[in-house]
């Protein structure tokens, strides 16, 4: 004898888990496109409002903001990439056909998908630590 859960619950546990899902699938491109046009915004209008020669504990103001977006940017991506993963291998030790269930396609997708946004930050935030950031004003 199996004990049903509520409807409401599952509704509540099937919402969670499509959300979930999509989170894994689309956190890297989101994350990563929010993080350019911060970094961006910041070194093209904080050079020219003079925030290029402001310093705090002996970095730039710039650069110091652009290092610390760049760890949290590719911390939440390496984050939701990890879960993707992990959903991944629970789909994939459940069914063999994995590829044809679109959460199993998800996962997989948004597993690289985050580990391809991971890389892609952390190679736009170094550049910032070898390149002067307001060298052309």
């Known amino acids: ?12 546990s099937g919402r969670r888990d499509r959300l979930t899902l999509w989170g894994g699938f689309l956190s890297g491109p989101v994350i990563h496109s929010i993080y350019f046009l911060i970094v961006y915004v910041l070194g093209e209008f904080g050079c020219l409002a003079g925030l290029g020669a402001v310093t705090v504990f002996g970095m730039g103001v710039i650069l ?13 991506t390496l984050v939701f990439g990890i879960g993707a993963y992990r959903r991944w291998r629970r789909i994939r030790s459940q069914t063999a056909r994995w ?10 997708t948004g597993t690289w998908l985050n580990g391809f946004y991971t890389v892609l930050i952390l ?6 630590l070898f390149l002067e950031v307001c060298e052309w004003v």
């Open 1 to 12: 004898m199996t004990v049903e859960q509520p409807a409401l619950e599952r509704n509540r």
């Open 64 to 76: 110091l903001v652009t290092v610390v977006l760049t760890v949290i940017s590719a911390a939440a």
């Open 99 to 108: 590829p044809d269930d679109p959460g199993g396609f998800m996962s997989f």
């Open 123 to 128: 190679l736009t935030g170094i550049q910032t």
